[in-house]
Each structure stands twice: as C-alpha cells, then as structure tokens.
Nanobody, 121 residues
Framework: QVQLVESGGGSMQAGGSLRLSCAAS????????MGWFRQAPGKEREKVAE??????????ADSVQGRFTISRNDAKNTLHLQMITNSLQPDDTGLYFC????????????WGQGTQVTVSS
C-alpha cells in the first residue's frame, strides 16, 4: 500500500510563488509514475504535471508549461511541485492533489487528500 500526503498550499497574490510537496510512504517501490492534479470550482480535474521515477521524465500541461517545475528528494520520498516566482495567476487557484500510479494499475490509483491553492489578483 502507498500513502500520499500533500503540503504547502496557501493563499497569495498573483505573481507569487509556491512549492507544494507530496510525501510518499509505504510500498513506494510499486510506484511507476506520479502526478499533480488540480481541480478548480466548477471545472474538471486537470493533470498539471507527471513524473516517472525510473526515467526522471517530467511532462507538464500547456497551462503550466514554463511556470511550474518538479523536483524530488529521494531520501525523503518526496516530490515537489514548484510554482516559479512571478508566475502564479488567479487561474491557478484550485485544490491540488498528488497521485501515484502503481505498476499493477493502468491509471492513477492512489491519491492524497489535496491541498488548497488560492491566488488573488
């Protein structure tokens, strides 16, 4: 079993920066990919970033490309989503979830509880 816990959300004005963290525990060896998703009120959930631990490959949604980056701390089994300084926009507001796809699953099957990000203009 894998458990995920997000942290780092908050409220800020446009142009700020933020780093979200996702701490994984349990059977982390079974993780084949990890992702960050967000859901804004009245909108569908959107995958904003994906990371493959084995290859180190990262992909980003067009809406955040160039503004968000991913880094990891293997010693702490933690994945960070960094929102670059001066890049946050009100449209980035939403509940951000960390998720993992275990290698036995075709889709993301482990989810964190979410952390709220609110960006005001």
């Amino acid at each position: 079993q894998v458990q995920l816990v997000e942290s780092g959300g908050g409220s800020m004005q446009a142009g700020g920066s933020l780093r979200l963290s996702c701490a994984a525990s349990g059977s982390t060896y079974s993780i084949c990919s990890m992702g960050w998703f967000r859901q804004a009120p009245g909108k569908e959930r959107e995958k904003v970033a994906e990371f493959t631990p084995d290859s180190g490959e990262t992909t980003f949604a067009d809406s955040v490309q160039g503004r968000f980056t991913i880094s990891r701390n293997d010693a702490k089994n933690t994945l960070h989503l960094q929102m670059i300084t001066n890049s946050l926009q009100p449209d980035d507001t939403g509940l951000y979830f960390c998720a993992a796809r275990t290698c036995s699953s075709p889709s993301y099957d482990v989810w964190g509880q979410g952390t709220q990000v609110t960006v005001s203009s």
